[in-house]
């Protein structure tokens, strides 16, 4: 009886939550995901971004392995609950990835859990972009409104066959019109892996320079104790695969595939020669010194017959020598003869052959990726361990120890960090492109580093490594300083279109890594450079084209919504005379992260002048959006006006009121504290005379 009377209630809840879901318009994923004509090239955000919608879509993933027997999840969010749905019939435009934020208590009753792969099911939301992916943020308060299954389908939609140069423009560049299959089922066929990780990420590639990540997003391909399958470990660099399945998601560095089920990585056809731990005998390189490299060369499937070493001088034409098998540390060897002009580049890579007569050729992007050194007569500098000339992002140091020479241009009262990102120490020679490095903080010495202050001279002996496509010197072995109170080079003043919003590696962004940079004459033309979700990052523009700033890392007084102990809350079409910082990567962007207040220029916005006066009665969109806890409202009032302004619950129930009493012509800004709501959609009204407007707001714990 006590499972009657649960079930009873249950359905009635659902079926009360269905009605509630009704309030909401049902669009289709074309209406949300699709590009007008007059904009295919481009990345823009959906024309439902910040709505709550109902959408109907076939799921490509189950939610969790099995409602029963194994809730663990299969797309790997956190501890939230996700999957990708797809237009039924497979129509482009038609995929939109699907996120539940809470997933415990009461907000299991969007019952999200039971959706299995194949299901057809219809879900209410909010549209949200995190980064240039497009996502759908399911409702969990104040009630749930649960997933409704339609009907389910014997298997997923048929992958739509791609060529990898389908992602890339003619000229090589990241092809926009492919974002029609964000979202969506693909396949690719005959193609090569390399840049394999010990995470379970790899990229794929074809025969003619295109390429795509492979992203372990679903746990069937993550290796170690994240992973579903045990000792599961990514194909071997330069494996030939027959086919490769999954759902295409967008970066601003390029397209990224997500295999989900065993079966999506397709067999091996054969194995070329694996070739791993290519290394030089020598660090730093002089004029007329050979060059010995050597490798590992291994063929799984039967013998290596030949390897040689490509090389060249000064991109001129190319060369080869012959490696050699040497039995006593079973490596293969083959020397670079020397070379006499000083500052030469020596670029090479390796080819290999097997008794099939199967070749591998490491690495796979010759244009790119290529291993290089430079002949120099004289010390190395920072430009050195930066230079990297063919748009890969590797210097020729890597993984190599050296000293390096440089003033600190931000020590650790500067970039303070904030959440996971850490300290930061950097250190500048001179000026131009190639100039600063940060220090890295492994090893032993990492509180020396930290100890370090703007204004030192140092040397550091240090490994170069390539940290999440930042190049650091790090594990370091010494540190001096030289000397104290330098005064730090000139920052380098660049326009806002140099750095832009993608490109990474690219030359013109990738040379000013970790150089200390200045924007003049900008303005905040997006207060979120992320959308809805707030990273702390704005967009400003010099009118040559939008770039980040980093907001959060730097121990500073000005803040976007993220960092509300901040004194300085900035505007959207705030201005600075300049803006300075330290170039920095991360999350697929390069971004301006300013140290201190002295960093900004003369901030101004028409909010705060008094002598101007609206023309009409507005109520802005609150901003964060959503928000957790506090977010700022702004409104208008051409004259004195009683104001009250209140905020509702789904219910239209009154939760508070923020302002009621009469205020004076002009622009207003309230800030609104949530901490004693839960999680969920709320509404605001402002009555000022005869004007009333309501707006909606999203709180998210």
């Known amino acids: 009886m006590r499972n009657k009377y649960f079930i009873l209630f249950a359905l009635m809840f659902v079926f009360s939550m269905n009605i509630i879901a009704q309030e909401y318009p049902l669009v289709t994923l074309q209406d949300i995901q699709g590009v007008p004509d007059s904009l295919l090239g481009t990345d823009p955000p959906s024309p439902y971004n910040g709505d709550t919608v109902r959408v109907r879509g076939l799921a490509l993933v189950s939610t969790v392995i099995d409602a029963d027997t194994n809730r663990g999840v299969i797309i790997s969010a956190g501890n939230r609950w996700a999957t990708y749905i797809q237009d039924p019939e497979s129509n482009l435009w038609g995929g939109l990835n699907i996120i539940q934020n809470d997933t415990v208590g009461a907000a299991q009753g969007t019952f999200f859990d039971l959706v299995d792969s194949a299901d057809v099911v219809e879900l209410t939301g909010i549209v949200t972009e995190y980064n240039t992916t497009t996502e759908l943020i399911l409702i969990t308060a104040p009630q749930p409104i649960p997933v409704t299954i339609l009907e389910t389908r014997p298997n997923r939609p048929a992958p739509i066959e791609l060529e990898l140069s389908d992602l890339f423009t003619s000229t090589g560049g990241y092809n926009f019109d492919a974002e029609k299959y964000e979202g969506m089922l693909v396949t690719f066929r005959n193609i090569i892996t390399s840049d394999r990780n010990t995470n379970g990420n790899f990229k794929i590639n074809d025969f003619t320079g295109h390429s795509a990540f492979i992203y ?88 290596v017959s030949e390897a040689r070493v490509y090389y060249s001088v000064n991109s001129g034409s190319r060369d080869s020598v012959q490696m050699t098998f040497s039995a006593v540390d079973s490596l293969y060897k083959g020397t670079i003869p020397g070379v006499v002009a000083d500052s030469a580049l020596v670029d090479f890579y390796i080819w290999a052959k097997d008794n099939q007569d199967l070749v591998s050729i490491t690495p796979v992007d010759t244009v790119k990726q290529k291993y290089f050194y430079l002949v120099l007569n004289r010390p190395l500098t920072i430009k050195d361990a930066q230079y990297s000339p063919f748009g890969g992002g590797y210097s020729a140091y890597n993984g190599y120890r050296i000293s390096l020479t440089g003033v600190v241009t931000a020590d650790s009262s500067d970039i303070k960090g904030f959440g996971s990102t850490p300290l930061r120490v950097y250190i500048q020679d001179g000026s131009g492109p190639w100039s600063g490095i940060q220090i890295g903080t492994a090893g032993t010495m990492g509180t020396q580093v930290l100890n370090l202050n703007r204004g030192e001279r140092v040397t550091v002996t240090g490994v170069i490594r390539e940290d999440f496509d930042v190049t650091k010197i790090d594990t370091l072995s010494s540190i001096s300083v030289l000397s104290t109170g330098n005064a730090l080079p000139e920052a380098e003043v660049l326009t806002t279109g140099t750095i832009g919003t993608s490109g990474n590696n690219a030359i013109g962004k990738e040379e000013w890594e970790s150089v200390l940079v200045q924007y003049n004459d900008v303005t905040i033309t997006a207060l979120s450079a992320d959308g809805t979700s707030n990273f702390g990052e704005m967009f400003i523009s010099d009118g040559s084209g939008n770039t980040r700033v980093e907001l959060e890392d730097g121990n500073h007084s000005y803040h976007n919504g993220t960092r509300s102990e901040r004194p300085t809350l900035v505007v959207l079409n705030g201005t600075f005379d300049s803006i300075k910082g330290v170039l920095y990567y991360s999350f697929s962007n390069y971004k301006l992260a300013p140290r201190k207040d002295d960093d900004f220029v003369n901030y101004t916005t028409d909010v705060n002048d008094e002598n101007i006066l609206p023309n009409e009665y507005s109520l802005s969109q609150n901003y964060p959006n959503p928000f957790n806890p506090s977010t700022t409202i702004s409104y208008a009032l051409p004259k004195a006006e009683m104001v009250t302004i209140r905020v509702y619950n789904i219910l239209g129930q009154v939760v508070k009121t923020l302002v009621n009493q009469n205020q004076s012509a002009g622009s207003h800004t309230i800030s609104f504290k949530a901490n004693d709501l839960t999680s969920g959609i709320y509404f605001y009204s402002i009555q000022a005379g005869s004007f009333n407007e309501v707006k909606k707001m999203m709180l998210l714990k």
């Not at 695969?241 to 079966?263: A, F, M």
């Open 216 to 303: 372990n997003q679903s746990r069937y391909f993550k290796t170690g104790s994240a992973g579903i399958i045990p000792g599961y470990q990514p194909p071997l660099n330069g494996s030939y695969l027959e086919y490769l399945t999954g759902i295409v998601t967008t970066r601003t560095d390029g397209y990224y595939i997500v295999p989900v089920y065993p079966g999506d990585i397709g067999p091996v056809l054969q194995s070329p020669p694996l070739v791993t731990d290519i290394k030089r005998d020598i660090v730093e390189v002089v004029s007329n010194q050979p060059v010995e490299v050597s490798a590992k060369i291994k063929d799984l499937d039967g013998t």
